[in-house]
């Protein structure tokens, strides 16, 4: 079992950029395929950033690519999202996932056995 808490989130201007940070708790940590969602009020959560079932490539959404970057550091048992160029449309509350490595569908919610609370993220034009 594995508990996740992000971090990180704020009010920034467009086109700034925020560092999230998601700091998990276990001994099992380096387990887990990690992924980051995200859900704007009135839309259903949406897929943002994973590693894949080996754990060696990423996986963005076609709204990120290029401008987010997930990474993870297993020694201090965090998972980050570098995000860049930061838009009004990235608005949402931002939400850290883990699912067992034995799931190949990286970019579905109900594939995600655990999730943080989540950190607001909000883009001023």
């Known amino acids: 079992q594995v508990q996740l808490a992000e971090s990180g989130g704020g009010l920034v201007q467009a086109g700034g950029s925020l560092r999230l940070s998601c700091a998990a708790s276990?001994?099992?940590?380096?387990?887990?395929?990690m992924g980051w969602f995200r859900q704007a009020p009135g839309k259903e959560r949406q897929f943002v950033a994973a590693?894949?079932?080996?754990?060696?490539?990423?996986y963005y959404a076609d709204s990120v690519k290029g401008r987010f970057t997930i990474s993870r550091d297993n020694a201090k048992n965090t998972l980050y999202l570098q995000m860049n160029s930061l838009l009004p449309e990235d608005t949402a509350v931002y939400y850290c996932a883990a699912r067992t490595p034995y799931t190949n569908n990286y970019a579905a919610p109900n594939e995600y056995n655990y999730w943080g609370q989540g950190t607001q993220v909000t883009v001023s034009s």
């Open positions: 276990g001994r099992t940590f380096s387990m887990y395929r």
């Open positions: 590693f894949s079932r080996s754990g060696g490539s990423t």
